[in-house]
């Protein structure tokens, strides 16, 4: 009997190390991060408490209840804190401040409610250089506050496919929303902060997730990744905005200005044109008042100062002198 529970128990730890982690939001390891935890249900939290996942035990961080309120472990007491817990009782996200290496890692946030009984969001830590979101968004969605939004992305190629899985993507985190597992027909829907509705059918080539009455917090990038059961992968991202009074406002401004900007300019260039027209009409002007006042001052001069251009010559001005009669005036005669 004795061999039989030793033999059980190294199946269970070969179980625990053989078996993949699996997480629902990976963090970018930073000197000041937060790990987000927030139940996303009405239900009366009664317990909580945080763990650093090894992989042979659950290290206790900090545990957490509404009447006695928190303890923080040793040697966490003087490097986390809860951010909201005192704001929104179901809110247990933790923050670390003069994280390091050895922070990075698995952290499990166990809750106890009433009446659904427990539930548990795992987060993973990784190093800076390990945390890649490099994700330039195949299409943009506008959204009003409250509408209910559906992304969808469709398999281009013919891979057989093995799962389909929706994130969304922030620059610090990416968050898990749901996998649907197409050779069961099963889906996986994670701990995400807000209700997220999905389809999950064997055979589909279409995926979409719905999220109910959209709020300013949803905007950003969404990316969903098929994976073929040949190794393959295919991936879409959609970049989410949603819109409000001030965002329409500035987007009016922005519209209203530019128009009156472009108004300006066209009356700038007409304005020029005017100016500069008139000023060669003036010009033209100015030349023709002095070309017609130089002929007027020619013709006066020649009134003025004739000029003969065929002079008579010598023997005709001596004929016209002989020929020209003279009279004589003769003394008169005293009688």
Not at 47 to 52: G, H, L, S
Not at 162 to 175: M, N
Not at 182 to 191: D, F, M, R, V
Not at 263 to 288: A, D, G, N, S
Request: a positive charge; glycine letters at 4%.
């Amino acid at each position: 009997m004795d061999y039989l529970i030793f033999l059980l128990a190294i199946l269970h730890v070969y179980k625990v190390l053989c078996e993949e982690m699996f997480w629902d939001t990976t963090v970018k390891l930073a000197k000041n991060m937060t790990l987000e935890c927030v139940y996303p249900s009405t239900d009366t939290l009664t317990q909580m408490e945080w763990f650093k996942v090894n992989a042979m035990e659950k290290e206790s961080l900090v545990i957490f209840n509404p009447t006695y309120g928190a303890i923080i472990r040793q040697p966490y007491a003087d490097r986390v804190y809860f951010s909201n817990s005192t704001v929104t009782p179901n809110d247990m996200t933790l923050s670390f401040h003069n994280a390091s290496e050895a922070d990075v890692g698995f952290y499990s946030c166990f809750l106890h409610t009433f009446p659904h009984g427990p539930w548990e969001k795992v987060i993973q830590v990784v190093p800076p250089d390990s945390f890649e979101i490099d994700a330039p968004s195949n299409s943009d969605i506008l959204s009003e506050p409250g509408k209910n939004v559906t992304l969808t992305c469709q398999l281009q190629m013919k891979w057989p496919l093995q799962q389909v899985t929706w994130e969304k993507i922030q620059p610090h985190q990416i968050d898990l929303l749901t996998t649907c597992n197409l050779s069961q027909g099963k889906s996986y829907t994670s701990k995400f902060r807000r209700q997220i509705l999905s389809n999950c059918s064997q055979g589909m080539r279409r995926a979409s997730i719905v999220l109910p009455h959209v709020t300013a917090s949803d905007s950003g990038l969404y990316r969903c990744r098929f994976k073929a059961s040949t190794g393959e992968n295919e991936t879409f991202v959609m970049k989410l905005t949603i819109t409000d009074g001030k965002t329409d406002n500035r987007h009016i401004l922005f519209v209203a200005g530019g128009t009156v900007l472009l108004l300006l300019f066209v009356i700038l260039i007409t304005t020029i044109i005017v100016i500069l027209y008139k000023r060669r009409r003036r010009r033209e002007k100015r030349v023709l008042v002095k070309e017609s006042w130089d002929t007027q001052n020619k013709a006066s001069n020649n009134y003025r100062s004739p000029i003969f251009t065929n002079q008579p010559s010598d023997d005709a001005r001596e004929d016209i002198y002989v020929n020209y009669p003279t009279f004589s005036r003769r003394p008169k005669t005293r009688v």
